[in-house]
């Protein structure tokens, strides 16, 4: 049997589906490996099941030299925290659980719109603290969400999915910007040439990019100053596609309405002057946290590991 490292507690059916086939070592920590253990994962187990956070970067597969391990199998679509190259040129195979994670994910933009446009999260907090004196017409007036323009900042996967909720259970008009030409967003909506011209468009923009050196920033404070002062601004892609500090900025100010994030740039680490801020919505993320959801997403992280193991061609090799 081969020996296989699961890095984070996942659900039981995906335990059980691991220990049939394998020799399974299960860290209890909920936090990611440091770096004895990324070392470890390498030199003494057959594959890896991993996840966010676990940080095996270019100096963990050079410190490795020729690792026993063949496959690290990511439990999630974004390995940003993996380098795929340096993994590659060890001979290490590295995968994702693409397409399980899409509705989810996309629910939870849509969860973040709605919170945030129509001051949810804050009108909860009220409540709680007891200090609401009841209704009155000019109470919390927020931004009605149907019939407006909302900008999706990657149209992959997840920003298509974010469309077709938008358009068909909104009525909204769908604008976006894709590094490539979208032949068939899947409903009807624009491609804009330039992130800015879909930044001033929007009354709602969503950033749904991958993560990596290649988005790291992408809406900056340029980005961020070329947004109505109206708009919100969505984020269910990696913390650091947004520049925080360029966005609490135009919070604290004003400059935009308001904000819904799921992910932070240095997460889980959250800024005081974010955690602050009545016109953010923040939620500890939860893009795929549904039992079903995480379970597909560990079967198919099996599959995939499995299938290297067996000398395949794995289902979502990155």
């Given at each position: 049997?081969a020996r296989?490292?699961?890095?984070r507690p996942?659900?039981?059916a995906?335990l059980?589906?691991?220990r049939?086939?394998?020799?399974?070592?299960?860290?209890?920590?909920?936090?990611?490996?440091d770096?004895a253990?990324?070392?470890?994962a390498?030199?003494?187990?057959?594959?890896?099941?991993?996840?966010l956070g676990?940080?095996?970067s270019?100096?963990?597969?050079?410190?490795?030299?020729t690792?026993r391990c063949?496959v690290?199998?990511?439990f999630?679509?974004?390995?940003?925290?993996?380098?795929a190259?340096?993994a590659?040129?060890?001979g290490v195979?590295?995968?994702n659980?693409?397409g399980v994670?899409t509705?989810a994910?996309?629910?939870?933009?849509l969860t973040?719109?709605l919170?945030?446009?129509?001051?949810?999260?804050?009108?909860?907090?009220l409540v709680r603290?007891?200090?609401?004196t009841?209704?009155?017409?000019t109470q919390?007036?927020?931004?009605?969400?149907?019939?407006?323009t909302?900008g999706?900042?990657?149209?992959?996967?997840?920003?298509?999915?974010?469309?077709r909720?938008?358009h068909?259970?909104?009525?909204?008009?769908?604008?976006f910007h894709n590094r490539s030409?979208?032949?068939?967003p899947?409903?009807?909506a624009r491609?804009?040439?330039?992130?800015?011209?879909?930044m001033?468009a929007?009354?709602?923009?969503v950033?749904a990019?991958?993560?990596g050196?290649?988005?790291?920033?992408?809406?900056d404070?340029?980005?961020i100053?070329?947004m109505?002062?109206?708009?919100?601004?969505?984020n269910?892609?990696r913390?650091d596609?947004?520049?925080?500090?360029?966005?609490?900025?135009?919070?604290?100010?004003?400059r935009?309405?308001?904000?819904?994030?799921?992910?932070?740039?240095r997460?889980?680490?959250?800024?005081?002057r974010?955690?602050?801020l009545?016109n953010?919505v923040?939620?500890?993320?939860?893009?795929?946290?549904?039992l079903?959801v995480?379970?597909a997403?560990?079967?198919?992280?099996?599959?995939?590991?499995?299938?290297?193991?067996?000398?395949?061609?794995p289902?979502?090799?990155v």
């Open positions: 049997m296989l490292l699961i890095t996942l659900p039981d995906v059980d589906a691991a049939a086939h394998h020799d399974v070592t299960a860290r209890d920590s909920t936090g990611p490996l770096s253990e990324l070392d470890g390498l030199s003494d187990y057959d594959a890896v099941l991993a996840t676990d940080a095996f270019a100096d963990v597969f050079a410190r490795a030299g690792p063949r690290i199998a990511n999630g679509v974004g390995y940003n925290h993996i380098d190259a340096a590659r040129n060890a195979t590295v995968t659980t693409p994670v509705d994910t996309a629910d939870i933009a973040l719109i919170m945030s446009a129509r001051r949810a999260a804050e009108g909860e907090r603290a007891g200090d609401w009841g209704w009155h017409p919390m007036l927020g931004l009605h969400v149907t019939g407006k909302v999706i900042v990657g149209m992959g996967r997840i920003g298509k999915a974010i469309a909720r938008c068909h259970g909104f009525d909204m008009d769908v604008v030409r979208v032949e068939d899947g409903v009807p491609q804009l040439e330039t992130l800015h011209e879909v001033a929007a009354d709602i923009v950033a990019v991958p993560g050196a290649a988005t790291h920033h992408l809406i404070a340029q980005a100053a070329a109505r002062p109206e708009a919100y601004l969505v269910i892609s913390g596609v947004i520049d925080e500090a360029a966005l609490i900025a135009a919070l604290e100010t004003g935009i309405a308001g904000a819904g994030l799921d992910v932070y740039e997460e889980p680490e959250v800024p005081a974010l955690r602050a009545d953010a923040l939620l500890p993320h939860l893009g795929t946290a549904a079903e995480r379970t997403m560990g079967m198919m992280a099996l599959d995939n590991l499995n299938a290297v193991l067996d000398g395949a061609e289902p979502n090799k």
